[in-house]
């Protein structure tokens, strides 16, 4: 048995980010959650942090440390996609209003704070939205940097190019300057784009294995990819809802479902037509040096075995 590896979820839930939290929060044997930080994203910040709370207790889980972070990206106004995940940003299911209370220590306070009480190389960071909370710390602490053991993050894409705009992904393109220091930070990525989380659908039959698990977990689970199906229907008119956050998650419990390259990725930051876009050097056709590990294939039918068993373990 090896010890689980110690991670901090920073993430905007989000319905798909719900699944990627109640994910670890089943596999303690490979992951323990030392802490999750909201970050404005997918609703707002008064939202995400709220419903990280609404998720922790739906996997009876109320002692998790949940923290508010940024509620703006570092130099733009907010862009949100209550077109994707509703109102609240957890449409779908009715779930009750969390009872367990939100820490007051500052989110990239809790990043920085967490990192430097850790021997180095021991704490994972698993963005799961916009970076604002990751790159703020990285500021704020360049210290931290060499200590991160890696960044697990879900973002950006190459061959499906953009869902936000024709050649951005939403959380890179939420904030552009945040993502900009972190794939400049020299700290090991790996990067979960959409060319991986595309793929990661939830078809009919996997919806229906969710549901029959028979728990609220399962039931939660089945109805938020349901409401989140709708909107990637009509606009890709796939088989199902992709399930985009939970990938980071997976790989840290089996990352031989996934496959990619160790390459250069660079973050566009200034042009109005390509904002938000990670350019990444997949054919290897300039000189620059590599800094991630820019995943391209998943082993979808493993990763949904690996979710629906764990998921029923809640
Ligand atoms: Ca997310």
């Known amino acids: 048995m090896s010890t689980p590896r110690k991670i901090i979820i920073d993430t905007d839930p989000g319905q798909d980010d719900a699944v990627a939290i109640l994910?670890?929060?089943?596999?303690?044997?490979?992951?323990?959650?030392?802490?999750?930080?909201?970050?404005?994203?997918?609703?707002?910040?008064p939202l995400t942090q709220k419903n990280a709370r609404i998720v922790c207790e739906l996997?009876?889980?109320?002692?998790?440390?949940?923290?508010?972070?940024?509620?703006?990206?570092?130099?733009?106004?907010?862009?949100?996609?209550?077109?994707?995940?509703g109102k609240t940003g957890l449409?779908?299911?009715?779930?009750?209003?969390?009872?367990?209370?939100?820490?007051?220590?500052?989110?990239?306070?809790?990043?920085?704070?967490?990192?430097?009480?850790?021997?180095?190389?021991?704490?994972?960071?698993?963005?799961?939205?916009?970076?604002?909370?990751?790159?703020?710390?990285?500021?704020?602490?360049?210290?931290?940097?060499?200590?991160i053991a890696e960044i697990v993050l879900m973002g950006g894409a190459y061959f499906e190019v953009g869902n936000i705009t024709p050649t951005a992904e939403f959380n890179i393109y939420v904030d552009p300057e945040a993502a900009k220091i972190v794939f400049a930070s020299g700290v090991p990525l790996t990067v979960m784009p959409l060319d991986v989380t595309h793929k990661a659908l939830v078809t009919r039959t996997r919806n229906d294995a969710f549901r029959a698990i028979g728990t609220p977990v399962g039931r939660a689970v089945a109805e938020m990819t349901e409401f989140f199906e709708r909107f990637d229907k009509?606009?890709?008119?796939?088989?199902?809802?992709?399930?985009?956050?939970?990938?980071?998650?997976?790989?840290?419990?089996?990352?031989?479902?996934?496959?990619?390259?160790?390459?250069?990725?660079?973050?566009?930051?200034?042009?109005?037509?390509?904002?938000?876009?990670?350019?990444?050097?997949?054919?290897?056709?300039?000189?620059?040096?590599?800094?991630?590990?820019?995943?391209?294939?998943?082993d979808a039918d493993g990763f949904f075995a690996l979710l629906t068993e764990r998921l029923a373990r809640l």
Not at 275 to 297: C, E, I, Q, S, Y
């Open 23 to 45: 994910l670890a929060l089943a596999s303690p044997e490979e992951i323990e959650v030392l802490g999750i930080t909201a970050v404005a994203g997918n609703v707002p910040l």
């Open 59 to 85: 996997a009876g889980r109320p002692d998790v440390a949940v923290f508010a972070g940024c509620e703006t990206p570092m130099d733009r106004p907010l862009v949100t996609a209550e077109h994707v995940h």
């Open 91 to 147: 449409d779908g299911p009715t779930l009750p209003d969390p009872q367990m209370p939100l820490r007051e220590e500052h989110a990239v306070d809790f990043i920085i704070r967490t990192l430097r009480d850790h021997p180095p190389g021991t704490v994972t960071l698993c963005p799961l939205g916009p970076l604002t909370n990751i790159a703020t710390a990285l500021r704020h602490a360049p210290d931290i940097a060499p200590r």
């Open 234 to 298: 009509e606009k890709y008119g796939s088989a199902g809802a992709p399930l985009h956050d939970p990938c980071v998650t997976a790989y840290l419990i089996r990352p031989d479902l996934f496959t990619g390259r160790f390459i250069n990725v660079e973050i566009e930051t200034h042009s109005p037509l390509t904002l938000g876009m990670t350019v990444a050097d997949w054919w290897r056709v300039t000189k620059r040096a590599p800094n991630a590990t820019f995943m391209g294939d998943i």
